[in-house]
T-cell receptor, first 112, second 114 residues
Framework: GENVEQHPSTLSVQEGDSAVIKCTYSDSASNYFPWYKQELGKRPQLIIDIRSNVGEKKDQRIAVTLNKTAKHFSLHITETQPEDSAVYFC???????????FGKGTKLSVIP | NAGVTQTPKFQVLKTGQSMTLQCAQD?????MYWYRQDPGMGLRLIYY???????DKGEVPNGYNVSRLNKREFSLRLESAAPSQTSVYFC?????????????FGPGTRLTVT
């Protein structure tokens, strides 16, 4: 089955700096890659996603890039703010299935 | 519109006891999922149901059973709880059309087995 590796496991940045989280996946057939944000004590919520036919997608301060050849995708957060502090999970889904395989998460801390 | 709801929010069990975690969604979604979340392990799929009347095993199904009671409800049962099942359990659902990959999560159930 699919295996998703996520790095780093923890990340601290100064407010206003950028943060980058990287994930690799094992199944070259996977075609959907979402990112979820989980604030402390809350449920995971989708923040951005990308399909395999697209190389990059942006939504305000958040962007995701996908390199199908290398089988990795990344989350980029620019101009970080304290409210960006949370655990971020990447995931991958193979075609024909709506199941998601999640990475182990990255705890992002934005220092004011 | 409550979205995905779960009961109970918290539960403490003794080893060997049984219990059922309840999940319901009011978004008319076809697919429903049960995950467990452990520190440093991310979210791992226990069971999922692609539609009413069907269930399939996920990554970590041992020690659990599920029932898709109807389109709205998907329950997770622990027949004989073990300390290794101490975890936070999330239920999720996703629609059949539009954005079928987008999963909506419930608030979670924090289970401790002593």
């Amino acid at each position: 089955g699919e295996n998703v590796e996520q790095h780093p496991s923890t990340l601290s940045v100064q407010e206003g700096d950028s943060a980058v989280i990287k994930c690799t996946y094992s199944d070259s057939a996977s075609n959907y890659f979402p990112w979820y944000k989980q604030e402390l004590g809350k449920r995971p919520q989708l923040i951005i996603d990308i399909r395999s036919n697209v190389g990059e997608k942006k939504d305000q301060r958040i962007a995701v890039t996908l390199n199908k050849t290398a089988k990795h995708f990344s989350l980029h957060i620019t101009e970080t703010q304290p409210e960006d502090s949370a655990v971020y999970f990447c995931a991958a889904s193979p075609p024909g299935s709506y199941q998601l395989t999640f990475g182990k998460g990255t705890k992002l801390s934005v220092i004011p | 519109n409550a979205g995905v709801t779960q009961t109970p929010k918290f539960q403490v069990l003794k080893t060997g006891q049984s219990m059922t975690l309840q999940c319901a969604q009011d978004m008319n979604h076809n697919s429903m999922y049960w995950y467990r979340q452990d520190p440093g392990m991310g979210l791992r799929l226990i069971y999922y149901s692609a539609s009413e009347g069907t269930t399939d095993k996920g990554e970590v199904p041992n020690g659990y059973n599920v029932s898709r009671l109807n389109k709205r409800e998907f329950s997770l049962r622990l027949e004989s709880a073990a300390p290794s099942q101490t975890s936070v359990y999330f239920c999720a659902s996703s629609p059949e059309t539009g954005r079928p990959y987008e999963q909506y999560f419930g608030p979670g159930t924090r289970l401790t087995v002593t």
